[in-house]
């Protein structure tokens, strides 16, 4: 048996703790950069939608992978986190709407005798901006710029942790 056989891990708490503050670190680093460019496309084609942007940095239970999600909050958890949500379903934008006709049961409408004014109208379909993907994929550099740090400290936490232990040649009398 070598040397570089034998190898000593430290599984502490401490590190297992250490390791997980920097992978979400890192996470939610690269979260702030992509969420900003987000907001600004949001922006430019929905108005209030780009308030509902949100991100979400865990450790998967199940995997013990750290994961990062980047969506919209829905309208109930806008409202309560103080932001004036849009009224339109953040998924209209994103992948868009098949053309239809949106009809209207309580209508309140102007009628010349043949057709009831306001009682239905056809909506023309809207083309999905894939905004989320879009601006994740268009600033990549920047996300990994931004994740450098935590990472460059988390592989120094996993040097530390993992040690070798080290053989002597010199055999002991009892």
Do not use: C
Not at 38 to 48: L, P, S
Not at 113 to 118: E, L, P
Not at 121 to 136: A, D, M, T
């Amino acid at each position: 048996m070598s040397n570089n056989d034998i190898k000593f891990i430290d599984t502490s708490k401490e590190v297992k703790n250490t390791m997980v503050k920097l992978s979400k670190s890192a996470l939610r680093a690269s979260a702030k950069v992509a969420g900003k460019a987000i907001r600004e496309n949001t922006q430019k084609y929905t108005g209030k939608l780009s308030k509902q942007v949100g991100y979400w940095a865990r450790i998967n239970r199940d995997t013990g992978q750290p994961e990062l999600q980047i969506g919209y909050y829905s309208k109930g958890q806008a409202k309560k986190k103080g932001k004036s949500p849009s009224h339109a379903n953040p998924a209209w934008s994103e992948f868009g709407v098949n053309p239809h006709v949106i009809s209207i049961k309580k209508a309140n409408t102007l009628s010349n005798g043949k057709i009831n004014f306001g009682k239905s109208v056809s909506h023309p379909g809207l083309r999905g901006q894939s905004i989320l993907r879009n601006s994740v994929f268009n600033n990549i550099d920047a996300i990994k710029d931004a994740q450098k740090e935590f990472l460059s400290a988390l592989n120094k936490t996993i040097e530390a942790a993992g040690g070798k232990v080290v053989e002597s040649e010199e055999i002991e009398d009892a």
